[in-house]
């Protein structure tokens, strides 16, 4: 079983609201095949200017590891994407790689292990797309074109190709609050002052919390 960020926990069958369908989704949920790997689809479309997009699963202790491994596929300009998964997304004006990485680092655990934060770089010309991001749910979702470079970096965190994965997403969950199984860390609204801060973004911050 995939190890799973401290924010989410499987309920139990006894603690799933009743719906019409919720034998079904028990039996389908037994055989999930929710585990570390990645599933791959080659981009068939020649007017979108990426090779192939991945959808990976992995360990939650080595998600930022990962994530900082593939930000080394992008060029030394990207452009940093975030936000409280129920609200739109702003997406910086492209800034050094290392400064976006470095302010991002400062919030390494609540951006991998809260679930009301997503975060990602993109990098867009006419004819290159580069893009990844972390979901709410904690996998990675990516766009790129180095194919081989990609495979080499996914074997090399024993991380095996399956078409058939799914994602923990796909099915019932329940979250907490990142507060109440780490204490000390910030909550979601306070990481996106600070990161909207440190990239010079201008919105309503009148409602962010402070630690």
Known sequence: MLE????????TDQELDYRPDLDEILMKRRRANIREGYKLLMNENPRLPYRFQATINIDNSSLWELFLELAETFPANVSCVYGLTEDESVTTMPLKKEFVLREL???EAELTQD????????F?????????SVSESKYIRYWGIELERFKRLMKSFDLPADDKLEFIDEYPKMVLPLRDVLPGSKAPETVVYYLDDAFKIDR??????FD
């Open 105 to 107: 680092s400062g919030y």
């Open 115 to 122: 679930c009301q934060l997503e975060f990602g770089l993109l």
């Open 4 to 11: 799973l960020p401290l924010t989410v926990k499987i309920p």
């Open 204 to 209: 309503n911050a009148s409602n962010a919390l």
């Open 124 to 132: 867009h010309q006419k004819d290159l797309l580069i893009e990844l």
